[in-house]
């Protein structure tokens, strides 16, 4: 039986370290699952390029600043950095082999595969918050778009992310003066306060309107010097 334009097809479903993924096709849009909870699909991608270019203009022209992109997804973070000649070095942590795997040798490939082949892109398979804890490298950037953002998280070790201690660790990632830049499905005051009670400064939020309910937002906020 052929299956419908409107049923959602699985095309891979894996049990990662986190929990299960899943990758399905629902027309022509590819659509990421995480423990039953729908994450993202390939059918927009606004909030994700704003995500990368108010971090780049928050930074006034600071020459080939770097950025860590934190969550590969569908690759549009990526992508849209990767396209742009103004950035330095591109690092992009992951957690879900499945995800990475599925860029580079499967169907999310036709999204990022130029921008993975970009020699300034580096992917670092781990989880995001071990690695701002751990690194000893500094980004002029952190474009964060884990989860569903700070208020609704699908995966409860995601929390410690958007965290006074999680936050204070994307600090110490950050040089002097940079920028760290939050996607989330919805507004969040709360988040702004921490981010505040962090030591961020010209902490503000800008909205991308969405066709139904509230929209997505990117926070962004500056680590003093």
Same mark, same amino acid.
């Given at each position: 039986?052929?299956?419908?334009?409107?049923?959602?097809?699985?095309?891979?479903?894996?049990? /990662?370290?986190?929990?299960?993924?899943?990758?399905?096709?629902?027309? %022509?849009?590819?659509?990421?699952? %995480?423990?039953?909870?729908? *994450?993202?699909?390939?059918?927009?991608?606004?909030?994700?390029? *704003?995500?990368?270019? %108010?971090?780049?203009?928050?930074?006034? /022209?600071?020459?080939?600043?770097?950025? *860590?992109?934190? /969550?590969?997804?569908?690759?549009?973070?990526?992508?849209?950095?990767?396209?742009?000649?103004?950035?330095?070095?591109?690092?992009?942590?992951?957690?879900?082999?499945?995800?990475?795997?599925?860029?580079?040798?499967?169907?999310? %490939?036709?999204?990022?595969?130029?921008?993975?082949?970009?020699?300034?892109?580096?992917?670092?398979?781990?989880?995001?918050?071990?690695?701002? !804890?751990?690194?000893?490298?500094?980004?002029?950037?952190?474009?964060?778009?884990?989860?569903?953002?700070? /208020?609704?998280?699908?995966?409860?070790? !995601?929390?410690?992310?958007?965290?006074?201690?999680?936050?204070?660790?994307?600090?110490?990632?950050?040089?002097?003066?940079?920028?760290?830049?939050?996607?989330?499905?919805?507004?969040?005051?709360?988040?702004?306060?921490?981010?505040? !009670?962090?030591?961020?400064?010209?902490?503000?939020?800008?909205?991308?309107?969405?066709?139904?309910?509230?929209?997505?937002?990117?926070?962004?906020?500056?680590?003093?010097?």
């Amino acid at each position: 039986m052929t299956a419908s334009y409107d049923t959602p097809v699985v095309i891979d479903r894996r049990e /990662g370290p986190y929990g299960e993924v899943v990758l399905r096709r629902h027309g %022509a849009l590819l659509q990421i699952i %995480a423990n039953g909870c729908f *994450l993202m699909d390939t059918s927009d991608g606004r909030s994700e390029r *704003l995500l990368v270019d %108010a971090a780049y203009d928050a930074l006034d /022209g600071r020459p080939a600043p770097s950025v *860590l992109i934190g /969550g590969l997804g569908v690759g549009f973070s990526l992508a849209h950095a990767a396209a742009d000649p103004r950035w330095g070095r591109i690092t992009v942590v992951e957690r879900e082999p499945a995800v990475v795997g599925w860029h580079r040798d499967g169907p999310l %490939a036709e999204l990022s595969a130029s921008a993975l082949a970009d020699p300034r892109t580096h992917i670092v398979e781990t989880d995001l918050l071990a690695h701002v !804890n751990e690194t000893s490298a500094t980004y002029d950037a952190l474009c964060l778009d884990i989860d569903n953002g700070p /208020g609704w998280t699908v995966t409860e070790s !995601n929390e410690g992310l958007y965290s006074m201690a999680g936050l204070t660790s994307c600090a110490r990632a950050l040089r002097p003066g940079g920028v760290l830049a939050v996607w989330s499905a919805q507004p969040s005051p709360e988040f702004e306060g921490t981010l505040w !009670n962090a030591g961020f400064q010209r902490v503000r939020t800008e909205e991308i309107p969405v066709a139904r309910g509230v929209p997505d937002v990117v926070h962004l906020a500056m680590r003093p010097g």
